[in-house]
């Protein structure tokens, strides 16, 4: 499927493609789950207080309430993974494209030429993203408009950077060394 | 209880049509059309499946 940022250039062959590491989409749905969570719990919970509490789960009141609840959940989660879905980092033949959904209607798009990419740098920090291997790529641009794009959570950052420094060498050669 | 299947409804009638909204950004903005539709799958069924239990559960009383 062409993304608008691609289909403007359909010719253009993609390189490589990354989204966000797998964890990263667990914490930000932590507090998604733990809501889904919430209704069990307090079944659990209230099923300390003896017989008559817990009587009061195979009711069709409570089903109607989690029902409810766990419609309300599913919406806050989808949105956390349409947020995390639609970040990505396009290598192509002439570009690389940060490309990160804020919010819904909030959309960010960075594209950076190959041949003017002059500094790409990876930031891995915490005991999760270094055992888990995941972490920020920063690209910076050379020129009077410098221009600098960063993406958080990148899985195997070292990999992106190596094929977007690569490209960037092809490119300059293409364009007759610099 | 008339009422309570209104508010079941009207709830389901909420997340389908949020649902609209995160199908816009699926298909539009998505790389992967599988990734798309598997969404747009499991978001719809299971806001299919919880409206039924509260829809069922609404008869029983």
Known sequence: MLIPELRSHPDERVLLEVRKHWFVFLVAAGTSFALILLPFVAAILLSAFGPSAIALFGTPYWTIFAALWLLLTFMHLATVWTEYVLDSIIVTEKRVIFIEQKALFSREVVSLRLELVQDVTVDTEGIFATLLTYGTVHAETAGAEANLAVMHGIPDPGHVKDVILQQSAVCIRERGGR | ?61
């Open chain 2, 1 to 61: 209880m008339p009422l309570l299947t209104a508010i079941i409804i009207a709830i389901a009638g909420i997340y389908a049509l949020y649902g609209v909204v995160l199908a816009y950004h699926w298909f539009r903005f998505s790389t992967s059309t599988g990734i798309a539709v598997a969404s747009a799958a499991i978001y719809y069924a299971a806001g299919l499946a919880l409206s039924l239990m509260a829809l069922a559960a609404a008869a029983l009383l």
